[in-house]
């Protein structure tokens, strides 16, 4: 298996809300970290209004390994900077998220929120869309997901969510766009029909 190369992974509530569709179960979680080489991380106080709220990952929080006290003290070092939390202002929970991963070694975000890919994208900080994830996740896995009839990827291919649907390409329609918003380096996940991913 061919997995990522990362220390954490840390899980947007809105990335968890579009994994429900496909994965009734919600197991596919317990797949991310460890396919990425990495330690699972969610904000559990999000988590639990998250529609997979029934479901137990085998995720830590990010409060048990990064403080509000922490966060503070680095929110205040790094905006010396001229790191800009205006687009992602309005979720604390996004900003502690990304301070965390900004402050941690080979952190990755996977959301949905296109201010937030954008913030990790401009700091370089690994990142994926939901639509994004599940084709490296697929790709890890040696097309186990799509091949698997328990999982509802066909839901994928035609709907106007740009972030969960590939027909809908308006976050990553030209090529120089795709990077920032979808999170891969050398091909557009927006598309179908890809070669590579990483």
Known sequence: MTCGDYSFLFLDACF??????????????????????AVC?????????????????????LDDIF??????MAHREIRK?????TRIARDPSDIKAFIWAYKTDRAAIWTCDKNFLDLC???NIPRYCFKAAIKALDYWLKGAISDDDQYNTSDMQVGDDPFYHYNNNN???YSKRCQPYCGLISSCVCFKEFE???
């Open 171 to 173: 976050r990553c329609q």
């Open 121 to 123: 994208r401009i700091h």
């Open 16 to 37: 968890i809300d579009r994994l429900k569709r496909i994965d009734k179960s919600c197991e596919l979680l317990d797949l991310f970290g460890p396919c990425a080489n």
């Open 67 to 72: 403080s509000d006290e922490d966060a503070i």
């Open 41 to 61: 991380v969610i904000k559990k106080d999000q988590y639990i209004i998250a529609p997979c709220d029934d479901f137990i990952p085998d995720c830590i929080d």
């Open 196 to 198: 590579g991913i990483l």
């Open 81 to 85: 900077i001229g790191i800009d939390f």
